[in-house]
């Protein structure tokens, strides 16, 4: 099994920067595994969850909302994917969770709020 857990949220005035963290744990094998597909979604008050960013061994991915600002990456050695995050709107608020589609994992979440 693995477990995933985030980081590094927080309250954030417009145009500034966030860096999230996502740890993941567990099994060598299975981490391995996760750390091969894993995405960051959002879920700001009152909508859907959506998907930010995703990396795998082909590449990234992101949402048109996010294209220049935000950019996915992992470092394998630590087990750990981030999400850098600049340029911050209040439309970015929101609950960011990491999540592993290779096994269909979630964390808990961590909350951004971008406001001055």
């Known amino acids: 099994q693995v477990q995933l857990v985030e980081s590094g949220g927080g309250l954030v005035q417009p145009g500034g920067s966030l860096r999230l963290s996502c740890a993941v744990s567990?099994?060598?094998?299975?981490?391995?595994?996760?750390?091969?597909?894993m995405d960051w979604y959002r879920q700001a008050p009152g909508k859907e969850r959506e998907l930010v960013a995703a990396i795998t061994s082909a590449g990234t991915n992101y949402a048109d909302s996010v294209k220049g600002r935000f950019t996915i990456t992992r470092d394998n050695a630590r087990n750990t994917v981030y999400l850098q995050m600049n340029s911050l709107k209040p439309e970015d608020t929101a609950v960011y969770y990491c999540?592993?589609?290779?096994?269909?994992?979630w964390g808990k979440g961590t909350l951004v709020t971008v406001s001055s």
């Open positions: 999540h592993t589609g290779y096994y269909d994992y």
């Open positions: 567990g099994s060598i094998f299975p981490r391995r595994n996760a750390m091969n597909l």
